[in-house]
């Protein structure tokens, strides 16, 4: 029987805010530049810089806010090289650091449209919710803007208890605080290697969302809304 039900943060029940432009607007004026239209392409997948540059070790990046925002800054710093080719690399980093800042301030992110009513519809089936989230400590405040925390039962992120996905300890440490046992707890969130992976190697049951429809057949459920995570529960519960 499901008793739970954890929630990744970062583009499962949140998403940021601005388009893509106005984050090269506040990078050229950090800059002190003009970046032409041409150049404001998409940033890089942050999952590829992730896993390709820092293999092993970035699984920990985020496990303290320090790391968390050298993280960022490194990434942006990337991002940001073929844009700004002659610019010194410090001043690069601190442009990065300056939008770490920027996204830390609840403003900067929004609930999905369907993302209060999932977690009301879920807290009326008397389910105990929450989120654990691979994220610096700024995640609470920005949760508490939302309306979020009233819905849940606890925040777990990486960098308050020094440990991120997709390792079982982060899982571990949640189900010890929701006083519920793993295999009575779905998770779901938006990255299967961190997400589907991680919380299944700690015994509990994934679901993958996957709102644009993009991802291909995975060997777990797959929703395209969190209103739909409920009926996943009720099959689990079902083949009980
Ligand atoms: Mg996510």
Redesign the pocket.
């Known amino acids: 029987m499901i008793r739970a039900i954890f929630y990744?943060?970062?583009?499962?029940l949140v998403r940021p805010r601005a388009e893509i432009d106005e984050v090269w607007d506040f990078l050229a004026h950090q800059l002190g530049m003009h970046i032409p239209e041409e150049r404001r392409t998409a940033f890089p997948d942050v999952a590829a810089f992730f896993y390709s540059r820092l293999g092993e070790d970035g699984l920990g990046s985020y496990a303290s806010d320090r790391a968390a925002r050298a993280f960022w800054s490194e990434y942006y710093a990337y991002a940001l090289q073929p844009v700004a080719p002659g610019l010194p690399r410090e001043e690069i980093l601190s442009a990065g650091n300056a939008l770490y800042d920027w996204y830390a301030e609840p403003a900067q992110w929004e609930p999905f449209p369907e993302t209060i009513d999932a977690l009301e519809r879920g807290r009326a089936r008397g389910l105990v919710q929450g989120v654990v989230s691979d994220w610096g400590s700024d995640l609470l405040p920005i949760l508490h803007a939302h309306e979020i925390t009233r819905l849940m039962d606890f925040v777990v992120a990486s960098a308050v208890v020094g440990s991120s996905k997709p390792h079982r300890e982060i899982f571990l440490y949640a189900l010890a605080r929701a006083g519920v046992g793993a295999g009575e707890t779905v998770y779901v969130?938006?990255?299967y290697l961190a997400?589907v992976l991680g919380s299944r190697a700690a015994g509990l049951h994934p679901v993958l969302i996957d709102r644009e429809g993009k991802a291909p057949p995975i060997d777990a459920p797959v929703v395209r809304a969190l209103t739909d995570v409920l009926d996943v529960v009720g099959r689990i519960d079902a083949a009980g």
Not at 8 to 12: C, E, I, R, S, V
């Open positions: 990744d943060a970062g583009h499962t969130g938006d990255s997400d």
